[in-house]
């Protein structure tokens, strides 16, 4: 395996791994969490030896057949990857950059953001391989970087989208394109664009799924989906601080599997990231005013999925 080092401003030397013209960044954490239940911590500076970017990081706490579920919806087998799990270790990022790219480059940013119901995906699966992307983007003579992202999942907390606080993105104003396949990013998207004034992105792209089957719940329906773990966990005579063990120590897998489907897997209404749910009459209402509100995202476009459907037998 051929690799290379960069100095990078705020982590130091990066170790990459180049093949194809293109250098690839794998696992590099942009957040830090002390627990499972505990908020995100930014990485803003790196000290000590060169940090080796060669490998994928490990992926947040999900069904481990949830990459072959994906495979068998696309219809075609990819190599399969040994990926572990982690409940802290998971918030990282997947770069590619086009071999030979400097800070001097200014080379636009096409940022991903996984599907999955929040329950499954991670930005190192095969089938998310951006290695070809960019290779295909600088033989179009059209280079761009190209950045995955890793997020929680609401196995555990379900608060709002991607966990916890990790979707405040800066972006490079003119430069960054943000593309997302997760149903809830309409509503994110919907945020950002009328909400903040920083420029996030140039352009976005909502792939498929629809916020009006991944609802964002109220806090009460969240305290019921609480009761309804507590009661599959077996821990409903258990103290508060036992239960927070319970929740920080149970192994993944086995707390996956201890969840009954009746208990939803979605963002919550929290007031700031999600000010409120959406509904049939908002979707059905052609007369928007989004544009007023702000001027730095120039292009949205959204997929249309009529055939986005799981069917069950």
Request: hydrophobic share 40%; charged share 20%; glycine share 6%.
């Amino acid at each position: 395996m051929a690799t290379t080092t960069v100095q990078t401003k705020h982590l130091g030397q990066i170790r990459g791994k180049v093949a194809e013209g293109v250098t690839q960044f794998l696992g590099i954490k942009y957040a830090t969490l002390e627990d499972r239940l505990a908020d995100a911590q930014l990485v803003e500076k790196r000290d000590g030896d060169t940090l080796d970017a060669t490998k994928d990081g490990p992926t947040a706490i999900s069904p481990s057949f949830g990459c072959d579920v994906e495979l068998a919806a696309i219809q075609h087998k990819l190599p399969a990857k040994e990926l572990t799990q982690s409940g802290i270790d998971c918030l990282n990022l997947n770069i590619a950059v086009p071999e030979g790219t400097t800070a001097s480059s200014k080379l636009p940013v096409f940022f991903f953001i996984h599907g999955g119901g929040l329950q499954i995906g991670a930005n190192s699966w095969p089938q998310l391989e951006f290695k070809r992307f960019v290779k295909l983007s600088a033989d179009k003579n059209l280079p761009v970087i190209a950045v995955s992202i890793n997020f929680e999942r609401p196995v555990i907390k379900l608060t709002t989208v991607f966990g916890t606080k990790e979707s405040h993105l800066n972006g490079c104003e003119g430069t960054l394109k943000i593309l997302a396949e997760i149903q809830t990013m309409l509503q994110q998207l919907e945020k950002a664009l009328v909400q903040s004034e920083v420029a996030l992105f140039k352009r976005a792209i909502a792939m498929s799924g629809s916020y009006l089957f991944t609802q964002a719940l109220p806090y009460d329906i969240h305290e019921q989906n609480y009761r309804q773990a507590i009661l599959a966990l077996g821990l409903e005579s258990a103290s508060t601080e036992e239960r927070i063990q319970s929740l920080l120590e149970k192994p993944a897998q086995e707390l996956i599997a201890s969840l009954p489907p009746s208990i939803l897997a979605a963002p919550a209404v929290d007031g700031y990231l999600v000010a409120s749910t959406a509904t049939h009459a908002q979707t059905a209402d052609r007369i928007s005013d989004l544009s007023e509100k702000s001027n730095w995202c120039t292009e949205l476009m959204i997929g249309d999925c009529q055939m986005d459907v799981s069917l069950f037998h």
